[in-house]
């Protein structure tokens, strides 16, 4: 399936996660512990903005995470930006930007970060997720094959074991090392 729809379904099921954040939550913690739940949509929303300058092979700049006074209008409009530069010819071809890894790798990493992040999102702010189907299946697939790296560059831990009954989108939150079944 193209790397653009797959992104427009993440993005679908990520919207009303983060429509759903009000100003209580911001300051609550998330499954990532170096976030709160305002750091970690700034840092959402900057990868959402970075990517959009990968997939036109320009470079992007991770040095500093910005902060996003306007987010819950800057997201549902920055995101669609996302699905449309992924989606132009030619943007999931070759390598992108200052990542210098195929392109088709790195708009992977902006679907798991917009999947991943959802789900932590809706976790520290007790809201349900279930990503797409056929998203989750090309996300655990980038787990699986980018996992020791990710480990290496420390945007994964190490995975962690995931219960016996975890449901699937659990087990892959074990395997890039968030506690399964994490709760604020």
């Known amino acids: 399936m193209k790397l653009s729809v797959l992104l427009d379904r993440a993005r679908d099921h990520a919207l009303p ?21 305002r750091a970690l949509l700034d840092h959402l929303l900057h990868v959402v903005v970075e990517f959009q300058k990968l997939a036109v092979k320009q470079d992007a700049d991770f040095s500093h995470t910005p902060n996003y006074p306007a987010w819950r209008a800057q997201f549902p409009s920055e995101t669609a930006k996302l699905v449309e530069a992924w989606g132009q010819p030619g943007a999931d071809e070759g390598v992108a930007g200052s990542m210098n890894m195929p392109a088709q790798t790195v708009g992977g990493m902006a679907l798991l970060d917009l999947t991943i992040h959802a789900s932590d999102l809706a976790q520290a702010t007790g809201q349900d997720f279930e990503p797409d189907p056929e998203v989750f299946a090309e996300v655990e697939k980038l787990v699986e094959q980018m996992g020791p790296m990710a480990v290496e560059w420390n945007v994964f831990k190490a995975a962690v074991d995931a219960p016996a009954d975890a449901s699937p989108m659990q087990r892959l939150l074990a395997r890039t090392g968030r506690d399964p079944r994490w709760s604020a």
Do not use: E, Q, S, W
């Not at 954040?21 to 739940?37: E, F, Q, S």
């Open 17 to 37: 996660v983060i429509a759903n954040i009000g100003d209580d939550d911001l300051t609550k913690p998330t499954p990532c512990a170096d976030y709160d739940v």
